[in-house]
Structure formats: structure tokens, C-alpha cells
């Protein structure tokens, strides 16, 4: 059983659309949890950080995070054409750092 | 703005050949990670620091070794290149274990 799942897509929606990324994890007493986002041949940028259950917010991004059902969620308002590029979750626990695959996300113009 | 900056952005080596890869960071981390990303692969752990001298295997340590003479710096190091070590090697570090990591821009190996 793989420690992160997301479905790595690719995620196709039209400009103006909501985004919603997907991951769960398996280990039960994870402390913090991630996204991020990765253009073609760049590296990872940290986009979010989350660390208790519920929603976090900063501009056009939300994370939510259930621990109970082991299950954290990027949500992408407005998506925009600049935000096509794979979505990396990854969970921490302790010095632990597990990513996901990695889901890719098309913004149709 | 704070960086993490691997030295090298494209490299091709020959098969056999000692490879050196470096990063180095100017936020005064106490973590320093080294990771490979291949395709289908994902983001694979090779080794971390938690301090000057301090190092711990990660998921696929096998024909690596690091180095960590100084805080601030972190090198891998390929003791005799293969191609199966053809990949994208990224460096990340973090202050604290909560915290999330910051990349370096990452280096595209090719061995040959």
C-alpha cells in the first residue's frame, strides 16, 4: 500500500473553474501536511501548509484536512492557464517527509 | 529571498566516473535532504542530514554517499556513476520538523 495516494490525473478543467486535487495518506499520526505544485522541468514550490483539521485559505488555494478520514484536499478557485503543472502532496511525520505521484492539472484557456 | 542552490543545472557524465552534486543554502537549516525524481517514480529519498556531520540513509542509499563538512552545505556524491542514475536530483532543506521543504532548482543528470 503506497504511504500517499493521489490520482495523478491529468486533471483537465476549463478556465474560471474550480480545481480539486486529492490525496490520502496512510500514516495515522502525521503532523503536517503539503502541497506542491511542479512546472515541466522545474522543482517542487511549496504552495500550502496545513496542519490541524479543516480549511486553510490563502487567495485562490484552500487546503482541507480530515485526519479522521485520513484525507487532505487542494482546491484551486478561478483556475487559470499559469496553473497547469503537477500537484505534489506530501505528509510529515517527524523528520519523515512521504510526496505523493504527483497529480497533473491541465487549465483549459 | 531565500535560496537553496544546487550547483549545477545539467550535467552528463561518463559511466564509472565520480560524481559530485552540491547545494548549498543560506537559511541557517538544521535539515538537508537529497532526493531523486524519475518519472512514474515520484520523489525518492537518497539521504539527510539532521546537522554538520550527521547523515541518515533514506528509501535508496545504494551507490550514493553524502557529505556535510559545513551547516550550510550538502553534497551527494556518486561513487561510480551508472545509467540507472540518470535522473533528476533535487536538494531541499527545513529549519524545523514541521515545517515544509525548500527545493533547490534541481540538477538533470545523464550518465552515458
Known amino acids: 500500500q503506497k504511504e500517499v495516494e493521489q490520482n495523478s490525473g491529468p486533471l483537465s478543467v476549463p478556465e474560471g473553474a474550480i480545481a480539486s486535487l486529492n490525496c490520502t495518506y496512510s500514516?495515522?499520526?502525521?503532523?503536517?501536511f503539503f502541497w506542491y505544485r511542479q512546472y515541466s522541468g522545474k522543482s517542487p514550490e511549496l504552495i500550502m501548509s496545513?496542519?490541524?483539521?479543516g480549511d486553510k485559505e490563502d487567495g485562490r488555494f484552500t487546503a482541507q484536512l480530515n485526519k479522521a478520514s485520513q484525507y487532505v484536499s487542494l482546491l484551486i478557485r478561478d483556475s487559470q492557464p499559469s496553473d497547469s503543472a503537477t500537484y505534489l502532496c506530501?505528509?510529515?511525520?517527524?523528520?519523515?517527509?512521504?510526496f505523493g505521484a504527483g497529480t497533473r492539472l491541465t487549465v483549459k484557456p | 529571498d531565500v535560496k537553496v542552490t544546487q550547483s549545477s543545472r545539467y550535467l552528463v557524465k561518463r559511466t564509472g566516473e565520480k560524481v559530485f552534486l552540491e547545494c548549498v543554502q543560506d537559511?541557517?537549516?538544521?535539515?538537508m535532504f537529497w532526493y531523486r525524481q524519475d518519472p512514474g517514480l515520484g520523489l525518492r529519498l537518497i539521504y539527510f542530514?539532521?546537522?554538520?556531520?550527521?547523515?541518515e540513509k533514506g528509501d535508496i542509499p545504494e551507490g550514493y554517499s553524502v557529505s556535510r563538512e559545513k551547516k550550510e552545505r550538502f553534497s551527494l556524491i556518486l561513487e561510480s556513476a551508472s545509467t540507472n542514475q540518470t535522473s533528476m536530483y533535487l536538494c531541499?532543506?527545513?529549519?524545523?520538523?514541521?515545517?515544509?521543504?525548500?527545493f533547490g532548482s534541481g540538477t538533470r543528470l545523464t550518465v552515458v
Open positions: 531541499a532543506s527545513k529549519q524545523d520538523l514541521v515545517y515544509g521543504y525548500t
Open positions: 500514516d495515522r499520526v502525521s503532523q503536517s
Open positions: 496545513i496542519y490541524s483539521n
Open positions: 506530501a505528509v510529515n511525520n517527524n523528520n519523515d517527509m512521504r
Open positions: 537559511m541557517d537549516h538544521e535539515n
Open positions: 542530514s539532521y546537522d554538520v556531520k550527521m547523515k
